[in-house]
Nanobody, 123 residues
Framework: QVQLVESGGGLVQAGGSLRLSCAAS????????MTWFRQAPGKEREFVAT????????DYADSAKGRFTISRDNNKNTVYLQMNSLKPEDTAAYFC????????????????WGQGTQVTVSS
């Protein structure tokens, strides 16, 4: 079992920044690729960014490229999502998840999820 706890969400004006954190406990955190997803009301959960177990490889959704940065600190069992130049369309609940196989950008490939942290961007 892996327990994930997200934090750092909040209300921010368009153009602002937030840094999300996801603290993990349970299984060896450093063994796993970690990914951020988000879900807006009435929409499906969508891929945002992913990072390899070592932190050496990252990938982003087109909507996040150039604005968001995913990183991790395996000593602290924590993955981060730095979000800059936020837009109203970034408003969503953000979730971190442990990749357990198949397609990285598909939420069905993840067995462990946090409870989410809400990000609201006002215009």
């Amino acid at each position: 079992q892996v327990q994930l706890v997200e934090s750092g969400g909040g209300l921010v004006q368009a153009g602002g920044s937030l840094r999300l954190s996801c603290a993990a406990s349970g299984r060896t955190f450093s063994n796993y690729r970690m990914t951020w997803f988000r879900q807006a009301p009435g929409k499906e959960r969508e891929f945002v960014a992913t990072i390899s177990w070592s932190g050496g490889r990252t990938d982003y959704a087109d909507s996040a490229k150039g604005r968001f940065t995913i990183s991790r600190d395996n000593n602290k069992n924590t993955v981060y999502l730095q979000m800059n130049s936020l837009k109203p369309e970034d408003t969503a609940a953000y979730f971190c998840a442990v990749y357990t196989g198949l397609v990285v950008a598909d939420a069905r490939s993840y067995a462990y999820w946090g409870q989410g942290t809400q990000v609201t961007v006002s215009s």
